[in-house]
């Protein structure tokens, strides 16, 4: 079929906008902190109209901004980044301190806090509220990222809603104690006691060999500022809008801290997303070696329901 000039002129123009806008350029967008720069992306939604914007905050680990590690790549924050610009939000995430492109804002382990991430948070959201092209912002925080992202919404009045994304309902020292049950008895007396002295605020003298990868003295103090966190104490906190988001397929984090975080704030907004795992990608099975393969495939999709769920909740804050 022919189209007369005008109309293939409306098309092209038409289609130029929505390629755009899905295309929209990332740009650089960093924190300076005392110690350093903090470097991030910006998604920003192709318009002059100020907009939502979604601060992602990444999981544990050398998690970077796209939340790949060196030994895995699903870049499963970098989709939902695009996922929430198609829609008409901005995104910002970054590397954390000491990780990928943000290595120079070094923080010597001995003297690393969890308060060390949550404080990073906090100075972002702070830079965020000065920047007129956005109109309101959101937390998102994956697996770890949940918590960071969680103490640092309470009594914050310059964010409107925090979403949690496959969060633990828990205390660190709770679920490291689940994940040794499979180990040898006396392994489990051993490191159950060498946890729960840091649960105490004790630092740990004499660590034997065999389990310095875990308790080695320069990590102590960072655990013993993680362990005294609960999540379901902090949610209860919040006097914003909350969304709690998991996966059936979750093999990290269970229903369980799902329940326990919703039960803690009863009127947040709650999504079980069938089929979803860790990574926040679509899979049937709880196989370890088939999940895996999810870790790996940067090509694999995004499981849409989160992205969805997510956009619904943030067009609805006022």
């Known amino acids: 079929m022919k189209f007369p000039s005008f109309h293939r002129f409306i098309l092209t123009f038409s289609f130029l906008v929505s390629f755009g806008t899905l295309l929209a350029q990332e740009l650089p967008y960093s924190l300076m902190t005392p110690t350093g720069e903090i470097k991030g992306s910006l998604l920003m939604p192709d318009t002059k109209n100020a907009v939502p914007v979604v601060l992602l905050l990444s999981g544990s680990g050398p998690t970077d901004r ?12 970098k989709m939902l980044a695009e996922a929430l610009n198609i829609n008409g939000i901005a995104s910002i995430r970054f590397d954390k301190r000491n990780i990928a ?21 906090k100075a972002w959201i702070d830079q965020i509220a000065k920047d007129k092209r956005f109109s309101k912002i959101i937390v998102a925080g994956h697996s770890e990222g949940a918590l960071i992202g969680l ?64 308790f080695r003295k320069s990590v102590q103090p960072y655990m013993i500022s993680w362990f005294k966190y609960n999540p379901q104490i902090e949610i209860a906190k919040l006097e914003i809008p909350v ?34 795992n860790h990574v926040l990608k679509s899979i049937s099975t709880i196989d370890k070696v088939a999940q895996m393969q999810t870790y790996t495939n940067p090509d694999l999709p995004l499981e849409p329901k989160l992205a969805d769920a997510i956009v619904q909740f943030v067009k609805k804050l006022n």
Do not use: H, W
């Open 66 to 77: 796209n939340g790949n590690r060196p030994s895995m790549k699903c870049n499963n924050l």
């Open 101 to 121: 492109q943000s290595k120079t804002a070094t923080t010597a382990e001995i003297n690393l806090r969890f308060e060390t991430y949550i404080n990073d948070t």
């Open 151 to 214: 103490v640092a919404c309470v009594n914050n009045d310059k964010v409107k809603g925090y979403i949690s994304i496959a969060g633990t309902g828990r205390p660190a020292d709770e679920i490291m104690k689940e994940q040794l049950q499979t180990q040898p008895m006396d392994i489990r007396v051993s490191m159950y006691k060498m946890i729960d002295q840091l649960k105490n605020g004790d630092t740990i003298g004499n660590v034997p060999p065999q389990y310095n990868s875990f």
């Open 243 to 276: 969304l709690i988001v998991q996966g059936t397929m979750d093999i990290q984090v269970k229903f369980t801290d799902y329940d326990l975080l919703a039960k803690a704030k009863p009127t947040a907004r709650k999504l079980l997303i069938p089929d979803m």
